[in-house]
């Protein structure tokens, strides 16, 4: 856009990262400690608080994935970045998965992941989470009774 046509943002980044109806967390590629988890983040795992949410995750993006789903999920988030890598693509990556809310429910999400380098943190993914009401919906209990 031409300076003349551009117009001020009046928006900070933390109004963005904070009111976008998106979870959105931050992690550490090699050690997989959580770095951020916005608002949506902490509701969606049913948690009071950021510190809820980091003791119930255990700090960690493994802390985040069903533990019968994270061995599928870390093999394939690391296939694509790999082949992102060959393409000389952005490193992004795509994957479905279960978690489980503090209150014992056991969910669907959608992760859209980046991995980037920060000069300060080193690799990093950037990762927002969707929730799958077509998974929750094809994986809810039957509330049928056979008779």
């Known amino acids: 856009m031409t300076a003349t046509r551009r117009v001020q943002m009046g928006f900070s980044l933390r109004d963005v990262v904070f009111n976008l109806p998106a979870s959105i967390l931050i992690y550490d590629a090699e050690g997989e400690d959580t770095l951020f988890a916005n608002e949506e983040l902490i509701?969606?795992?049913?948690?009071?608080?950021?510190?809820?949410f980091l003791h119930y995750t255990k700090h960690s993006f493994r802390g985040i994935v069903h533990p019968d789903d994270y061995e599928r999920v870390n093999t394939s988030i690391w296939q694509q970045?790999?082949?992102?890598?060959?393409r000389r693509d952005r490193e992004n990556d795509a994957v479905n998965y279960r978690i489980v809310t503090k209150s014992?429910?056991?969910?669907?999400?959608?992760?859209?992941?980046?991995?980037?380098?920060s000069e300060?943190?080193?690799r990093i993914?950037?990762?927002i989470l969707i929730?799958?009401?077509?998974?929750?919906?094809?994986?809810?209990?039957?509330?049928k009774t056979d008779g």
């Not at 929730?131 to 509330?143: C, I, L, V």
């Open 131 to 143: 929730p799958d009401e077509q998974m929750d919906a094809m994986h809810a209990p039957s509330d």
């Open 125 to 127: 993914f950037y990762v």
């Open 120 to 122: 300060r943190y080193g």
């Open 43 to 52: 509701a969606l795992f049913e948690c009071d608080g950021l510190d809820d």
């Open 81 to 86: 970045i790999y082949a992102c890598t060959k």
């Open 104 to 117: 014992g429910r056991v969910r669907w999400v959608i992760d859209r992941g980046r991995l980037v380098q």
